[in-house]
């Protein structure tokens, strides 16, 4: 048997579609596989590069995969799509991964430990709970807005609502009472578990070197720090800050075309949850400028921008500052004026 130098496997469910490259550049094997053979299969192999897509399983079969000595490297499915030469079957797909694997300016993704998918494991699970926090407070004040209960804007006028449903007086019906009874317990739940998750993140921040790091950047919180440290692994990935800005979609989207310069808003591609912690932490930065009457970068820009575009800029700029406290291994300690 020839000796397979690259393997290209496109990850399913249960089938899995191999795609091996030999040490002479032709096609040594193209078979597909069940999920229980994967791995008797890459254990026969002799050490070699092996290519996946990063998807929701890919982090666990290259760490089964990399424990029999192979080299994994991990890609965005967007980056090896380029490659499929024609039509979208399981075969295709593991040739193009192949192939992709192999060029020289691919992009690849850090595989992730068992511990940083389960500190994401907690972020994910919080912000699904507190978008479901958020969808209930509207449904609550939606139904109380019919019968003429309109309260304040942020938690203060859910925890009134709240107290007025508890109040027997009123002009709420018994039967709109009940149901809305039911509302206002899965919100108190709701808080609590929120309250549960965010204290075991608590806890592996202070734990993680890198996160106390990155919670030294104004506007990064143990919550951003967390997750930026578990979602980056490998910070040597990117070349410098703008890299790691542009990663999370915090840069201008190039449209350019015969020499001439066109930028249209934030790309918004990359990771939507830390772009999204980063935007909301430079907006607390603002707000704390504007209290404090100062004249900082951003507080000049704000004179000729509009806020959120602003918040968007100091976002921009927290990023390529956190990539420099990962890259060097230091804290973050704020230039004189």
């Known amino acids: 048997?020839?000796?397979?130098?690259?393997?290209?496997?496109?990850?399913?469910?249960?089938?899995?579609?191999?795609?091996?490259?030999?040490?002479?550049?032709?096609?040594?094997?193209?078979?597909?596989?069940?999920?229980?053979?994967?791995?008797?299969?890459?254990?026969?192999?002799?050490?070699?590069?092996?290519?996946?897509e990063a998807c929701g399983s890919a982090h666990h079969w290259a760490r089964e995969i990399a424990a029999f000595g192979h080299q994994v490297r991990l890609m965005p499915a967007a980056y090896v799509k380029p490659y499929v030469k024609r039509g979208k079957t399981d075969a295709a797909d593991a040739e193009a991964i192949?192939?992709?694997?192999?060029?020289?300016?691919?992009?690849?993704?850090a595989v992730k430990t068992v511990e940083q998918q389960a500190v994401l494991m907690l972020h994910k699970t919080r912000d699904l709970l507190v978008r479901q926090r958020t969808m209930l407070i509207n449904a609550l004040r939606g139904h109380l807005a019919e019968h003429g209960v309109v309260a304040a804007k942020g938690p203060g006028g859910v925890s009134s609502l709240i107290a007025m449903l508890h109040e027997e007086q009123g002009s709420l019906p018994p039967l709109a009472r009940s149901a809305l009874h039911g509302i206002a317990s899965q919100l108190r739940a709701l808080g609590a578990e929120v309250e549960r998750l965010e204290t075991k993140i608590l806890e592996w921040h202070r734990a993680d070197a890198t996160s106390r790091r990155l919670a030294t950047i104004p506007g990064i919180g143990p919550i951003t720090a967390s997750a930026i440290a578990a979602t980056v692994p490998d910070v040597s990935l990117f070349r410098n800050g703008r890299q790691f800005a542009a990663w999370l979609g915090l840069t201008p989207r190039a449209h350019s075309s015969g020499g001439h310069e066109r930028q249209a808003g934030i790309s918004k591609q990359g990771d939507g949850y830390i772009r999204r912690l980063m935007v909301v932490g430079a907006t607390a930065v603002m707000r704390m400028a504007r209290k404090n009457a100062g004249r900082g970068w951003a507080m000049q820009l704000l004179e000729r921008k509009r806020p959120k575009v602003v918040a968007v800029a100091l976002a921009n700029k927290s990023a390529r500052i956190a990539w420099a406290v990962m890259a060097r291994g230091e804290s973050y300690a704020a230039r004189a004026a």
């Open 98 to 109: 192949a192939e992709a694997v192999t060029r020289p300016t691919m992009r690849f993704v």
């Open 1 to 52: 048997m020839q000796t397979i130098t690259v393997v290209g496997v496109d990850i399913a469910k249960s089938v899995f579609q191999v795609h091996a490259i030999g040490a002479d550049g032709q096609v040594a094997i193209r078979r597909r596989l069940r999920r229980g053979e994967v791995a008797k299969f890459f254990q026969g192999l002799a050490p070699c590069l092996v290519g996946m």
